[in-house]
């Protein structure tokens, strides 16, 4: 395997994204006055939980937003191409397929691919659309468009997550008619008359204030036999200060124009090679240096033709390719950066790169991260391969991995049985050093669900990777930065039950969902967790129901649906206990029949004094902190299951046994050390209506609860309460926690 750095990474910038789970979460809630609070207290939605948001394009892609700032990508059944994805200086994200390039700016709006937009129009399964048509022309709607009102020469209308893949299809077919036709690609209309696709109640853009003398600079794309290219992506960024100008810039006919500060930029130019049917038959990236004199106007040609160098990765055992993601991270002196990606899926077609010094100024960092499955059915393993530069693109872009440079994971994949083992995603990416700072991302393929399946990892760039899985049902796990050393082999169990809400214990840089800063304080639990501490969950593109009430002192000063948690500012910093409730449904949720309902009683004891061992560690991040306030983890109560059950989370012991973790959340070990001082379980066979104390045994937060499952079967509820020195408690319900499958001898 080709050699490369290793180091360990830096610390990333983190934001907590919305929750899929809540249904119109927004941070413009902030600021929000609860009744019976004190005077000077207020209290609003806390940043919705560190698993992150779904979001989903127009042609279906699902796109997992991680709150440190990483994303996951989940392609759409069957789809075939790539998608280009790219960071601006101020932090906004953007996923275009490529099909989408020729319309974009057009016919087809940016909002449709802004992450911040789309988060902001809760488009988790279904996006909402609005339509202009030409005046005089009968709205239409195109292909994988659902109209749902038509005034005159507009419309209003949506995508989901399932239509998607059909509008990407006729994106596809009408860009690879025009380009047999010998018509600039996206010159046609979707369907007659249509003029503009937008996100519907998607924010103006505000206009541009320019902070700096700007000049024209015009980019000239031209494709492999030298003719202006209509299928080119442009990404330009300014190596002097990123901040001042970073930005796609559209192509019309092989000539895109914008007016930008003096100075060095970058271009990164994605070309797609299309054939009749406008299936992607080649990529080529071009990296080429730009200067823009500080008098006058610039020009600068980029040809295709100068990505001379194939991107090839060779494994020990039989595989077919899957996902091939080519990342650039263009950082300036001050450390300022902007990313792009261009990700190839569905068979990837060949890609070639353009070798690229390393610039005068600042760093150009590269990392490819290539994707290979079993092409036998019956052999549930796939490669993870990862390999870059911190100094620019190398010429030899060919990859060979041994079995000595692997670390093999076996993920062990829980289902609920109501999920008729429809399969899953596995998400995986390496973390690069560098790319860490500004979030990393991972894609994969299709995963057994229930099953195992093993992962062989292999990077030349550390040990770190990241990891989540979607299910049929549509709960998604995030998993943490967990770093995998090679010739060594590892467990990993995924979505094994009771499926309940948890605060966990983590890794890596977070955002802490139980911690005070100052006179900010954030209580609330992640919606959804599994049996590994370092997973966090959520549910996505199904209706569900929720509420979390907190209270002070026995004040109630926060009590909503459709939330996981509150922030309160201009807390008194005096010591006060703090009770957060939190229920959650999942009842009638298709492929659901496990967990439906649970609810969550946590109080927590408050002290602004016993800050020892409870700091956040400086790379992880909370409401109110600054350089001179940092966060003070809570010492909120935290349960871990180790139910003995089956990938269906299902058990047919006549003797049901339960290993149960007492803790507090915790964040790279900063947190409560209080001892633990009680923990009890109990059992209800009738959904609740009584309950059976079992027999709990163990100490020092370690417990074994047992009990008998009846012959009769049934899907029997557990409740846990226990407590900690501190006067702090937890009780939790989990109702139908999981399957008898019939007991044996």
Same mark, same amino acid.
């Given at each position: ?14 934001? +907590? ?16 006055? @609860?009744?019976? *609070?004190? !005077? ?15 979001? $989903?394009? /127009?042609?279906? %892609? ?21 998608? &280009? ?56 709607? !195109? ?28 994106? +596809? ?23 503009? @696709? ?17 000049? /024209? ?25 990123? +901040? ?8 019309? *006919?092989? /000539? ?26 080649? $990529? ?40 091939? @993601? ?33 610039? #005068? &100024? ?31 693109? !190398? ?89 995998? *050393? ?12 009771? @499926? ?16 005070? #800063?100052?006179?900010?304080? %954030? ?43 509150? %922030? ?8 006060? $206990? ?46 109110? *902190? ?37 803790g507090h959340v915790s964040y790279d070990g900063a947190g409560s050390h209080a001892p633990i001082t009680s923990a009890c379980v109990s059992v209800s066979f009738d959904n609740g209506a009584t ?26 509820? /557990? ?27």
């Amino acid at each position: 395997m080709r050699s490369g750095r290793i180091d360990r990474p830096t610390a990333r910038r983190v934001r +907590r994204a919305a929750l899929a789970l809540v249904i119109g979460a927004a941070t413009g809630l902030s600021g929000m006055g @609860i009744a019976h *609070a004190s !005077p000077n207290l207020s209290a609003t939605p806390a940043a919705p939980t560190s698993a992150g948001q779904v979001i $989903t394009l /127009i042609t279906g %892609e699902q796109i997992l937003l991680r709150a440190d700032g990483s994303y996951s990508v989940v392609a759409s059944p069957g789809s075939t191409g790539s998608l &280009n994805t790219y960071r601006t200086g101020t932090g906004d994200r953007y996923f275009v397929p490529s099909m989408a390039t020729p319309y974009l700016g057009g016919e087809l709006d940016p909002s449709l691919f802004d992450a911040n937009a789309l988060t902001a129009a809760n488009a988790t399964g279904q996006v909402p659309l609005t339509l202009t048509f030409a005046a005089g022309s009968t709205p239409t709607a !195109p292909a994988g468009v659902t109209l749902t009102s038509v005034s005159g020469s507009t419309a209003t209308g949506y995508v989901t997550t399932a239509s998607g893949p059909a509008f990407a299809a006729a994106l +596809r077919a009408s860009v690879g008619a025009d380009h047999a036709n010998g018509k600039p690609a996206g010159s046609t209309p979707l369907v007659p008359g249509l003029t503009h @696709i937008g996100l519907a109640g998607a924010a103006t853009p505000p206009v541009a204030t320019p902070h700096y003398p700007l000049h /024209i600079l015009q980019v000239n794309t031209n494709d492999l036999t030298g003719k202006p290219s209509d299928f080119a992506f442009v990404y330009l960024v300014d190596g002097d200060n990123v +901040r001042a100008f970073t930005s796609f810039v559209p192509i019309d *006919a092989g /000539i895109g124009k914008v007016a930008v500060p003096a100075g060095t930029y970058t271009a990164i130019v994605g070309f797609d090679d299309i054939d009749s049917k406008g299936n992607l038959a080649s $990529t080529h990236t071009v990296l080429q240096d730009v200067t823009v004199p500080s008098t006058g106007n610039a020009s600068a040609t980029v040809n295709e033709s100068a990505a001379t160098s194939q991107v090839g990765v060779a494994v020990p055992k039989p595989a077919n390719a899957q996902f091939l @993601i080519t990342n650039y991270l263009r950082l300036d002196a001050a450390g300022n950066g902007a990313s792009f990606a261009q990700l190839n899926f569905g068979a990837p077609p060949p890609t070639y790169i353009s070798p690229t010094a390393a610039p #005068a &100024n600042g760093t150009l960092d590269y990392l490819v991260n290539w994707i290979g499955t079993s092409p036998d059915p019956t052999q549930n393993y796939r490669y993870d391969v990862a390999f870059g530069s911190a100094k620019g693109v !190398p010429a030899n872009e060919q990859d060979t991995v041994t079995d000595n440079q692997l670390a093999i994971v076996h993920d062990h994949f829980s289902a609920d049985p109501a999920t008729k083992k429809a399969p899953g995603s596995l998400l995986v990416g390496a973390s690069d050093p560098l790319l860490a700072r500004f979030g990393g991302w991972s894609a994969g393929g299709p995963a057994p669900m229930p099953g195992d399946l093993t992962d062989y990892l292999a990077s030349s760039v550390g040990g770190d990777w990241l990891a989540s899985t979607f299910g049929a049902n549509g709960l998604v796990f995030q998993g943490d930065l967990a770093t995998y *050393a090679t010739g060594r082999q590892y467990d990993v169990d995924w979505s094994h039950g009771p @499926i309940a809400p948890n605060l966990g214990r983590h890794t890596g840089t977070q955002f802490c969902i139980a911690c005070s #800063a100052g006179s900010t304080l %954030e209580l609330g639990v992640n919606a959804i967790g599994d049996s590994d501490p370092t997973h966090a969950g959520l549910l996505f593109t199904q209706p569900t129901s929720s509420h979390f009430t907190l209270y002070r002192d026995g004040t109630k000063v926060f009590d909503q649906d459709g939330y996981d948690g509150a %922030e309160l500012q201009n807390v008194p910093t005096t010591a006060a $206990t703090y009770r957060g409730v939190f229920d959650l449904s999942l009842a009638g949720v298709a492929g659901i029949s496990q967990s439906t309902v649970t609810h969550t009683d946590l109080t927590v004891r408050y002290d602004p004094n016993a800050t020892k061992g409870s700091t956040l560690p400086s790379e992880s991040t909370c409401p109110g *902190a600054s350089a001179t306030t940092p966060c003070v983890v809570l010492p909120a109560l935290n349960l871990g299951y180790q139910l003995s059950s089956d990938e269906s989370n299902g058990s047919g012991r006549p003797v049901q046994v339960l290993k149960l973790r007492v803790g507090h959340v915790s964040y790279d070990g900063a947190g409560s050390h209080a001892p633990i001082t009680s923990a009890c379980v109990s059992v209800s066979f009738d959904n609740g209506a009584t309950w059976e104390p079992v027999p709990t045994i163990g100490f020092a937060g370690n417990y074994v609860a047992l009990w008998a499952n009846p012959s009769s079967g049934g899907s029997p509820s /557990i409740k846990v309460t226990a407590t900690d020195a501190n006067g702090g408690s937890i009780t939790q319900t989990v109702t139908n926690a999981y399957t008898i499958e019939g007991a044996t001898s």
